[in-house]
Nanobody, 123 residues
Framework: QVRLVESGGGLVQAGGSLRLSCAAS????????MGWFRQAPGTERELVAR????????YYVDSVKGRFTISRDNAKNMVYLQMNSLKPEDTAVYYC????????????????WGQGTQVTVSS
């Protein structure tokens, strides 16, 4: 059974940093790509970053390039999202997700989801 559990969210001032963690279990043969999504109230869930389990290939949405870094530790089955220079517009619930597809972008391309962790950036 696949399970994704996020942690690391919280309240931070603009310009600050947070690191989100996603603990993944049951994914050995079930997923090729891990992604981080976010959803603010009244908006659609959007892909922030993704990483391939095996090739290290990464993708970032333009609004976070140069500020966020996605990484993973295969031995620990962990995926991380380091978020620096945070802005109030980064405020959202952040979700960890896993996909069997090789280049998934929209939420419908992802097969497994965590419960989400709240990130709030104050101005």
């Amino acid at each position: 059974q696949v399970r994704l559990v996020e942690s690391g969210g919280g309240l931070v001032q603009a310009g600050g940093s947070l690191r989100l963690s996603c603990a993944a279990s049951g994914l050995t043969l079930s997923a090729n790509v891990m992604g981080w999504f976010r959803q603010a109230p009244g908006t659609e869930r959007e892909l922030v970053a993704r990483i391939n389990w095996r090739s290290f290939t990464t993708y970032y949405v333009d609004s976070v390039k140069g500020r966020f870094t996605i990484s993973r530790d295969n031995a620990k089955n962990m995926v991380y999202l380091q978020m620096n220079s945070l802005k109030p517009e980064d405020t959202a619930v952040y979700y960890c997700a896993a996909a069997r597809q090789m280049s998934p972008i929209p939420p419908r391309d992802y097969d497994y989801w965590g419960q989400g962790t709240q990130v709030t950036v104050s101005s």
